[in-house]
Nanobody, 120 residues
Framework: VQLVESGGGLVQAGGSLRLSCAAS????????MGWYRQAPGNQRVLVAA???????TYAASVKGRFTISRDNTKNTVSLQMNNLKPEDTAVYYC???????????????WGQGTQVTVSS
C-alpha cells in the first residue's frame, strides 16, 4: 500500500493551494483519511480528517479556511486550503487507515509529505 501526495508549493499569504493524496495497492477498504502537518521544531498535528461516510473534523486554526474531501471510488483525499497564512507553513502528510486484502486488519499509513510554504 502506498500513499502519494501532490500539490504543495510556495504561495503568498491569502492565496490558495490544493493538496491531493492517492492510495494504491492491495486495498480492501479505507476508513478515515486525513491530513497532518509538521512545522520545524513542532510535533505532527491533525489538520483535517474525513471518515468513509463523509464526516469531517478540522483543527480550530484551519476551520473555515480549509476543506477536506474524498473520492471513495478513486481512494483519494484532497485538502483545499484558502486564505493561507504564514503559520500554515509546514510539511503536510496524508494519512489513511487502510484494511488490506492480505491481512484484513486496519493499518495506519502515511504519505511521504509535501512542503507548503506561505510567505508574508
Amino acid at each position: 500500500v502506498q500513499l502519494v501526495e501532490s500539490g504543495g508549493g510556495l504561495v503568498q499569504a491569502g492565496g490558495s493551494l490544493r493538496l491531493s493524496c492517492a492510495a494504491s495497492g492491495s486495498i480492501f477498504s479505507i476508513n478515515t483519511m486525513g491530513w497532518y502537518r509538521q512545522a520545524p521544531g513542532n510535533q505532527r498535528v491533525l489538520v483535517a480528517a474525513i471518515t468513509n461516510g463523509g464526516s469531517t473534523t478540522y483543527a480550530a486554526s484551519v476551520k473555515g479556511r480549509f476543506t477536506i474531501s474524498r473520492d471513495n471510488t478513486k481512494n483519494t483525499v484532497s485538502l483545499q486550503m484558502n486564505n493561507l497564512k504564514p503559520e500554515d507553513t509546514a510539511v503536510y502528510y496524508c494519512n489513511a487507515q487502510i484494511r488490506t486484502a492480505a491481512t484484513m486488519t486496519n493499518w495506519n499509513y502515511w504519505g511521504q509529505g509535501t512542503q507548503v510554504t506561505v510567505s508574508s
